[in-house]
């Protein structure tokens, strides 16, 4: 089962857009909301988190906005550029499982420039 | 952050031969995990690799086939053994940060098997 579902798929915008991605879980302990960035031949890093108890958090040209109600994240990215395009992942943790991170099947995101 | 070096980067194998892919870490970790990621696919947890003791497996995987050390608090093995082609696969080592928030990757073992 999947523990934390994400959209879309695969996402192509123009340079200077705003791409839009959408994760939703049902765990209510998870407690930490990461997104990852991944090249091809690279492995994840790490480009921004929230915690449950804040609705939305901005580091530069990325934005993560949180609905806790409604169990819904997503990562926005402003003015996106060329080089954003990468593979972008959310993830969930708690840590009654050890910190386990459960991550979103990814999405494929290709900026024209 | 920490810094994680994994080897090798890549490898191609003959089908039932073993291959032990090391992840080393520049400062010492609470905990460390290994995951696979198949082509275009996210990433599953393979186990947690516990310092001094036998790994904890996720569902479907088993000892036997992916065997994990962990000597100390900086360094883990994974064997990949009686490799297949279904286990054509990026493997990744990965850590948690000191406050076990952020979780650190290394830039991952790409597996061809053939």
């Known amino acids: ?113 | 952050s920490a810094v994680i070096s994994q080897k090798p980067s890549r490898d191609i194998c003959q089908r039932g031969t073993s291959l032990t892919i090391q992840c080393q870490v520049d400062s010492q970790v609470t905990m460390m995990f290994w995951y696979r990621q198949q082509p275009g696919q996210s990433l599953t947890l393979i186990a947690t690799a516990n310092q001094g003791s036998e790994a904890t497996y996720e569902s479907g995987f088993v000892i036997d086939k992916f065997p994990i050390s962990r000597p100390n608090l900086t360094f883990s093995t994974l064997t990949v053994s009686n490799m297949s082609p279904e286990d054509s696969s990026i493997y990744l080592c990965s850590v948690t940060g000191i406050m076990n928030t952020e979780a650190f990757f290394g830039q991952g073992t790409r597996l061809t098997v053939v």
């Open chain 1, 1 to 113: 089962q999947q523990q934390v579902k994400q959209s879309p798929q695969s996402l192509i915008v123009q340079k200077g857009g705003i791409p839009i991605i959408n994760c939703a879980y049902e765990n209510t302990a998870f407690d930490y909301f990461p997104w990852y960035q991944q090249f091809p031949g690279k492995g994840p890093a790490l480009l921004i988190a929230i915690r449950p108890d804040v609705s939305e958090k901005k580091e530069g040209r990325f934005t993560i906005s949180f609905n806790k109600s409604a169990k819904q994240f997503s990562l926005h990215i402003m003015d996106s550029q060329p080089g954003d395009s990468a593979t972008y992942f959310c993830a969930a943790r708690t840590t009654n499982t050890g910190n386990q991170f459960y991550f979103g099947t990814g999405t494929s995101l290709t900026v024209i420039p």
